[in-house]
């Protein structure tokens, strides 16, 4: 997402007079949960050739379970073609782990994003570790923000997809 019109223009004017500043970075995406409209479903990556669509739970922080979904997501990739199928990853709760930006699988989620998975982080559980921080955590860059996971679940099975908690 690009930055705000005036930190554009504060680093123009600090790079014009010689000096250098650092501006907040949101590598995640935040238009879903900006614009969200329960009634309209949106998406980060544009499949219109999608004929499946099929949604993975990830709520528990079990990396092994993490490995699963992510194993799970390749395998829908493999059987039905790049492009053919929508996927949709889902993390909340201590699954939410698994979209951290230190994440050990971080390297496999930025592979299933370049073919087309979609990775939603819970904006719910982000406030939560907040609460506890005192900052919202920083996640992969392929990760966008939704408002709640279990919302996200139930407008995604509305439109049809198939549901999985691997």
Not at 103 to 121: M, N, T
Request: positive net charge; contains cysteine; hydrophobic residues 45%.
């Amino acid at each position: 997402m690009s930055a705000k019109p005036w930190t554009r223009f504060a680093a123009a004017a600090a790079l014009t007079a010689g000096f250098a500043i650092a501006l907040p970075a949101q590598a995640e995406h935040w238009e879903i949960q900006k614009h969200w409209n329960y009634d309209k479903i949106a998406y980060i990556h544009d499949l219109p050739f999608a004929e499946k669509k099929i949604v993975l739970q990830v709520s528990q922080g079990d990396k092994e379970r993490w490995g699963l979904a992510l194993n799970n997501a390749a395998n829908l990739l493999q059987y039905w073609g790049q492009g053919k199928v929508r996927v949709v990853l889902v993390a909340y709760g201590p699954g939410l782990g698994m979209l951290l930006a230190n994440s050990p699988v971080a390297k496999r989620i930025q592979s299933l994003d370049a073919e087309g998975v979609e990775f939603d982080a819970c904006y719910q559980t982000m406030l939560g570790m907040k609460h506890k921080t005192g900052k919202l955590p920083k996640l992969v860059p392929q990760a966008a923000v939704v408002p709640g996971g279990i919302v996200r679940l139930m407008q995604l099975q509305e439109d049809h997809f198939d549901y999985v908690k691997p």
